[in-house]
């Protein structure tokens, strides 16, 4: 069983920066991959970025492409989400997710899931 728990949200103005942070327990964190999706109410939950077990190889969804870096350190089993340029539409709770696979943008093929933080970006 894996236990993520996610921090950093808050309120912050267009055009601020925020860091989610995401520590991972009960598994070799170099096993896992990592990803970061969001749910904005009345919307579905939705792909933000992944990475791969070591960190080398990353993906992201288009609307966050040039602004947001998904990254990790293995040695704190944490996996980040620096946000730049932050727009009211980003506005969302944010998960931390993990795979056993291959990195991915397929919610199915997460099987583990954090609580969510709240980010709430306002014009």
């Known amino acids: 069983q894996v236990q993520l728990v996610e921090s950093g949200g808050g309120l912050v103005q267009a055009g601020g920066s925020l860091r989610l942070s995401c520590v991972a327990s009960?598994?070799?964190?170099?096993?896992?991959?990592m990803g970061w999706f969001r749910q904005a109410p009345g919307k579905e939950r939705e792909f933000v970025a992944a990475?791969?077990?070591?960190?080398?190889?990353?993906m992201y969804a288009d609307s966050v492409k040039g602004r947001f870096i998904i990254s990790r350190d293995n040695t704190k089993n944490t996996v980040y989400l620096q946000m730049n340029i932050l727009h009211p539409e980003d506005t969302a709770v944010y998960y931390c997710?993990?795979?056993?696979?291959?990195?991915?943008?397929?919610?199915?093929?997460?099987?583990?899931w954090g609580q969510g933080t709240q980010v709430t970006v306002s014009s």
């Open positions: 997710a993990a795979n056993m696979n291959g990195y991915s943008q397929a919610i199915r093929d997460y099987t583990y």
């Open positions: 009960g598994r070799t964190f170099s096993t896992l991959s």
């Open positions: 990475i791969n077990r070591s960190g080398r190889y990353t």
